[in-house]
């Protein structure tokens, strides 16, 4: 089992920048990729980004190339998403997941990641 837990979620302007956490626990060791998925009022949950836990590998979607950013920590436990230039569009409560074997480069497909935490909601007024 793993446990992943959000933190950093909040209100923001347009224009500014915000940074979510995910820390995972438990058999973090049989991780093979970790991302970060959103879902907007009235929408259904879209793919943000991710990343491979051993190699660093990072994959986004295209409404947040280059705006975002995903990293982990050193022992690849926690996972980071920082966010810039945001948009009211990024408005949306944002899950952190974790898979024991489906490549980060896939994760663009969605789906059934094997974990996943209760969300942080990230709101940005225009």
């Known amino acids: 089992q793993v446990q992943l837990v959000e933190s950093g979620g909040g209100l923001v302007q347009a224009g500014g920048s915000l940074r979510v956490s995910c820390a995972a626990s438990?058999?973090?060791?049989?991780?093979?990729?970790m991302g970060w998925f959103r879902q907007a009022p009235g929408k259904e949950r879209e793919f943000v980004a991710a990343?491979?836990?051993?190699?660093?590998?990072?994959y986004y979607s295209d409404s947040v190339k280059g705006r975002f950013t995903i990293s982990r920590d050193n022992a690849k436990t926690t996972v980071y998403l920082q966010m810039n230039s945001l948009k009211p569009e990024d408005t949306a409560v944002y899950y952190c997941?974790?898979?024991?074997?489906?490549?980060?480069?896939?994760?663009?497909?969605?789906?059934?990641?094997?974990?996943w935490g209760k969300g942080t909601l990230v709101t940005v007024s225009s």
């Open positions: 990343i491979s836990r051993n190699t660093g590998n990072a």
């Open positions: 997941a974790a898979d024991f074997s489906i490549p980060a480069s896939t994760w663009y497909r969605g789906g059934g990641m094997d974990y």
């Open positions: 438990g058999r973090t060791f049989s991780i093979y990729a």
